[in-house]
């Protein structure tokens, strides 16, 4: 699995469908096909970034994050 932000390989499992990537320091939520990017801010709270990586087009399709962990 790649992050979909900085391509980057170091990918944590935080959660049985959360990733945390170590490169560029954002959370990811796999379900299924569909995956959701998230800041995680200051506080702790997570910040959306679906839009900047989506678009309009709220889903994709991401095959290499069913990779096994």
Do not use: R
Request: aromatic residues 14%.
């Amino acid at each position: 699995m790649k992050c979909p932000n900085c391509n980057s390989k170091d990918i944590g499992k935080i959660g049985s469908h959360q990733f945390y990537c170590w490169g560029c320091y954002i959370e990811l939520q796999v379900n299924g096909d569909k995956m959701s990017v998230y800041q995680v801010e200051e506080d702790g709270t997570l910040s959306s970034l679906d839009d900047l990586f989506f678009g309009e087009e709220y889903t994709q399709e991401f095959p290499q994050a069913q990779a096994s962990s």
